[in-house]
Nanobody
């Protein structure tokens, strides 16, 4: 059974930092491209960042470049999103996604709220 479990979401003040984690199981993690997406209230889900199978290639949405860093640990079947210099516009539910052997799998999401 495929599982993606996100954690680390919280309420944080503008300018603060958070680190999201996603623990994966039930599929071959090291063969999967992993990504973080987010969905703000009233908006469509959007790509935040992706990372290749061995972490050599990363891609970021323009809105988070220079502030967010995606990383992975294949030994722990986990992917991370370090978020710095957070703004209220980063408020959203953040989802982990795995693209594995032609299949896409989603986690349940974790809420990030940036507010003073």
């Amino acid at each position: 059974q495929v599982q993606l479990v996100e954690s680390g979401g919280a309420l944080v003040q503008p300018g603060g930092s958070l680190r999201l984690s996603c623990a994966a199981s039930g599929f071959t993690f090291s063969r999967s491209v992993m990504g973080w997406y987010r969905q703000a209230p009233g908006k469509e889900r959007e790509l935040v960042a992706t990372i290749s199978r061995f972490g050599r290639t990363t891609n970021y949405a323009d809105s988070v470049k220079g502030r967010f860093t995606i990383s992975r640990d294949n030994a722990k079947n986990s992917v991370y999103l370090q978020m710095n210099s957070l703004t209220p516009e980063d408020t959203a539910v953040y989802y982990c996604k795995a693209d594995s052997m032609g299949n896409g799998y989603w986690g349940q999401g974790t809420q990030v709220t940036v507010s003073s």
